[in-house]
């Protein structure tokens, strides 16, 4: 047999490598080749001043977004042919649906009970699943201004919750895992009075509506009613920030995180350690608390899975409200109204009713699919939760059977709050950020984190001061610090 130089045999075995990488890669790429026009090879043959690992990376990234966009798509396709296929059912009652009057919300019932139902599942359907692109490129068309005025630092743990007085003096009070709850000057960030009477972390802070008292929720089973007297101090002039747009956002280190001990600070700070009242039915955490209008009566929300309504005056338990399978993580009472809706890791909030002295009524809503962390209610009716499932949902009182407004987020979240006067909601997130929406689920805002300024942890709790024309919003977290913002949402940002 003829035997091949060693040069000749060297460049077959080139080729052969060659032919058989090329093969591999058509092999790998094939899927990504069949849906697109360009294949994936001819795109890498061209010229790029990228680095080729990002550049394989881009077009990696680019096929899976294809291929996101493909599968709903094809969802929609499905949707369509059972809509002709239900249509043909529906004929024969007289109905006709078709996907146009089912994105407008227009479905015109002329049938039977059990043919509405069909219908109404299947615009519920087709509207979920359109909006999941529909959705994602919501976009503001103006950049609102949210500037950082003050930071409150004091706590040695993380904090759980915020709350403003009522009445005059206007503070802060903060709830915090140490064990303790602190009272602040908004205006000066200066610690004014610390309640150091439970023996757990606290949980919750609420103020009463008419009175300077406060009530606070514990890990140690209790709630406490405490009186509290502070005078403000004498207002310092506010340092020069420059404004931040809510959009921007500077990662840093978690180094930069203090030790706990800033100027708050605790040597000078008078504390109060017996509450006048101490509520104490529950079997296990108290996680949160807040009176009702009127402020005779308070609600308590436990980990026991039930909920507590006493009476202030007597410390007696009016009503134990049963019903929840796990754990309650939430409670929160209407501003004018003897309403409660209390939240809980069963996925579900319910509203009980006390308008009626003689009996109260419960409802059941089902609206997510993990934890509901708080739901609250708006001064115009209407009920707004929030989930570890990553939603928020807005729902009317009158009508509470599917929400008017779904807002979808890339985090968890925690205790949301809501603006009277600008009816907006303001989402703290797992992952740091905050985040501003309308009531109708359009995005306003995010709160700005550059460097050294905004949370380093979890954002637990947000809080809004109608009052107060340089601090509107305050948020808190597990980065042991409170902070207070402006916000200022130009006009247009808040029409509907």
């Avoid at 409200?321 to 929160?332: M, V």
């Avoid at 319910?350 to 708080?374: A, C, E, K, Y």
């Avoid at 008017?404 to 907006?424: F, L, M």
């Avoid at 501003?436 to 380093?456: I, Y």
Wanted: glycine share 6%.
């Amino acid at each position: 047999m003829p035997v091949e130089g060693g040069s000749s045999a060297a460049a077959r075995q080139a080729k052969q490598k060659r032919k058989s990488h090329s093969l591999s890669i058509r092999r790998t790429n094939s899927t990504e080749q069949d849906r697109t026009g360009l294949p994936r090879d001819l795109l890498e043959g061209q010229e790029s001043k990228l680095p080729q690992p990002l550049r394989n990376n881009l077009l990696d990234l680019f096929g899976q977004i294809e291929r996101e966009f493909e599968t709903l798509y094809i969802e929609n396709l499905e949707l369509r042919r059972e809509i002709d296929t239900l249509n043909e059912r529906l004929a024969a009652d007289g109905q006709t649906v078709d996907g146009g009057d089912l994105s407008r919300g227009a479905l015109k019932t002329k049938a039977s009970h059990s043919t509405s139902q069909l219908s109404q599942k299947l615009k519920t359907t087709y509207k979920a699943s359109t909006s999941k692109i529909v959705s994602s490129f919501k976009a503001t068309t103006s950049r609102a201004v949210c500037q950082l005025v003050k930071e409150y630092v004091g706590h040695r743990d993380g904090i759980w919750d915020l709350g403003i007085t009522r009445i005059h003096p206007v503070v802060l009070g903060t709830a915090s895992a140490d064990h303790s709850a602190m009272l602040w000057s908004i205006e000066t960030g200066k610690c004014l009075l610390k309640y150091v009477g439970h023996a757990g972390s606290v949980n919750s802070i609420k103020f009463h509506p008419t009175e300077q008292m406060a009530l606070t929720a514990s890990g140690d089973q209790t709630a406490h009613i405490w009186r509290y007297m502070v005078q403000l101090p004498t207002p310092q002039p506010v340092a020069d920030i420059s404004q931040v747009s809510c959009e921007d956002e500077v990662e840093f280190s978690d180094k930069d995180e203090g030790d706990g001990d800033g100027e708050g600070g605790f040597s000078d700070c008078p504390s109060v350690r017996v509450p006048v009242t101490t509520l104490k039915s529950h079997q296990g955490v108290v996680i949160a608390a807040d009176w009702l209008v009127g402020g005779k009566q308070v609600v308590t929300a436990s980990w026991d899975r039930t909920a507590n309504l006493y009476d202030v005056e007597t410390s007696d338990l009016v009503h134990t409200l049963t019903g929840h399978d796990q754990e309650l993580t939430h409670c929160c009472t209407h501003p004018t109204q003897r309403l409660v809706v209390t939240s809980s890791r069963d996925t579900t909030f319910r509203l009980w009713d006390f308008r009626d002295p003689s009996i109260h009524s419960v409802n059941v809503f089902q609206g997510h699919t993990d934890t509901v962390t708080s739901a609250v209610f708006t001064v115009a009716d209407n009920v707004v939760s929030g989930s570890d499932d990553r939603t928020v949902k807005v729902w009317d009182l009158k009508n509470m059977r599917s929400p008017i407004a779904t807002i979808r987020t890339d985090s968890a979240v925690n205790r949301i709050s809501v603006s009277v006067s600008q009816r907006i909601i303001a989402l703290p997130h797992d992952n740091r950020q905050v985040r501003l929406f309308d009531m109708t689920g359009v995005r306003l805002a995010r709160l700005p984190r550059t460097n050294r300024q905004g949370h380093r942890r979890m954002v637990c709790c947000s809080v809004w001061c109608e009052d107060n024309p340089t601090c509107n919003l305050f948020t808190c977290g597990f980065d042991r610090q409170a902070i207070g913002w402006n916000i200022n949402i130009p006009a247009l940002l808040q029409e509907k």
